[in-house]
């Protein structure tokens, strides 16, 4: 039986790269790490358990490649440049089949996105993978939500909804073509950080935050810590490309309040349109302009004749969903 020092040895060690920015990675009491001079250190914490984020059959491979990834989203919507992350990991057993599984879906996306494996801890208990992100961003020009202001723009970045329609292909409780399968459920497993997007909207757009728990949700978060409203239009939503096989109410639902989509939801004043035009383009990503903020508080969803949406709007939030 391996010890966890074996593991760690054999799994999460990997030669520290020369760029200068991690002094000292894996195997001492801490990391080090040197954040470029006039840049705040961007940390963010994620938390993947399994039977709550993910079903116990899960693959590992892309366990370790969405657990960095949800990580990563956060730094791209904060528009910070990753560095390093740390990995504490329970596990029921030293599964090294497992293990070398999840190593090479979470070093892949590392690798692509050129950010190290510092440190971490692990245990032994119910399979649970925590990952914290250290990422760096120029004093003051962090995408933080609290910037909104009303007669912004609001942008959403790549298209919504597949990731929740995965989830019902994986419950079950829905049947589709192959390659809709195939699309859906590799928006839920597989998600993209958009991380050369948030680079590229420093200093043009005024608030942003990734798309985790649904659109009307994490708008909300925006509106809240900006004291601001908003209106957003249901007919230009950018609908998922497996999502536009089901009927007209499940695609609203579910662009509006599904997760797991990790796309960036952003403000912009309309001056700057030209501008995030432009770093979307840089950053080879479509974007959408779904509405505009209000001074007036609250959130209206008009469909295309201009009607308020009568939806069950509900993002997912643990303790008040089942
Ligand atoms: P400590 O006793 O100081 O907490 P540990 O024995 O837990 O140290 O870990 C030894 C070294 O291995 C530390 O540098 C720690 O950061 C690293 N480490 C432990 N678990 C992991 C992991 N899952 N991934 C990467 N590094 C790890
Ligand atoms: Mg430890």
Redesign the pocket.
């Known amino acids: 039986m391996p010890s966890?020092?074996d593991?760690?040895a054999r799994y999460?060690?990997r030669p520290t790269r020369s760029t200068g920015v991690v002094q000292l990675g894996?195997?001492?009491?801490?990391?080090l790490i040197a954040p470029p001079a006039n840049e705040s250190l961007a940390v963010s914490t994620d938390m993947l358990v399994e039977g709550r984020h993910f079903l116990p059959d899960a693959d590992p491979e892309s366990l370790g490649h969405k657990a960095l990834a949800v990580n990563l989203s956060d730094l791209a919507a904060m528009g910070a440049r990753p560095l390093g992350f740390?990995?504490?990991?329970a596990l029921p057993s030293a599964d090294e089949t497992w293990l070398a599984s999840f190593a090479r879906g979470l070093f892949a996306l590392a690798d692509t996105e050129q950010i190290e494996?510092?440190?971490?801890?692990?245990t032994r208990g119910p399979l649970t993978i925590c990952i914290t992100v250290f990422g760096s961003v120029p004093i003051d020009q962090a995408l933080r939500r609290d910037g909104a202001r009303a007669n912004d723009d609001i942008w959403v970045s790549g298209s919504l909804g597949d990731a929740r329609l995965g989830l019902d292909i994986l419950m079950r409780q829905r049947k589709l073509s192959a390659s809709d399968s195939a699309i859906a459920l590799q928006r839920l497993h597989r998600p993209s950080p958009r991380l050369s997007l948030g680079l590229a909207l420093r200093g043009v757009a005024s608030a942003a935050i990734d798309i985790s728990d649904g659109l009307i949700g994490d708008l909300g978060h925006i509106l809240q810590r900006s004291s601001v409203g908003a209106t957003v239009g249901a007919d230009v939503l950018p609908i998922g490309s497996a999502l536009r096989s089901q009927d007209q109410q499940t695609q609203y639902e579910f662009a509006l309040t599904g997760g797991d989509d990790y796309e960036l939801c952003f403000c912009a004043p309309p001056s700057q349109r030209d501008s995030v035009l432009t770093a979307a383009q840089s950053a080879g990503v479509l974007v959408t302009c779904i509405g505009q903020i209000s001074e007036a508080s609250g959130l209206r969803v008009l469909d295309g004749a201009g009607k308020p949406l009568n939806l069950r709007l509900r993002s997912f939030d643990h303790f008040s969903n089942p």
């Open positions: 966890e020092f593991l760690i999460f060690t894996v195997g001492d009491d801490c990391a740390s990995l504490a990991l494996l510092i440190g971490g801890d692990t």
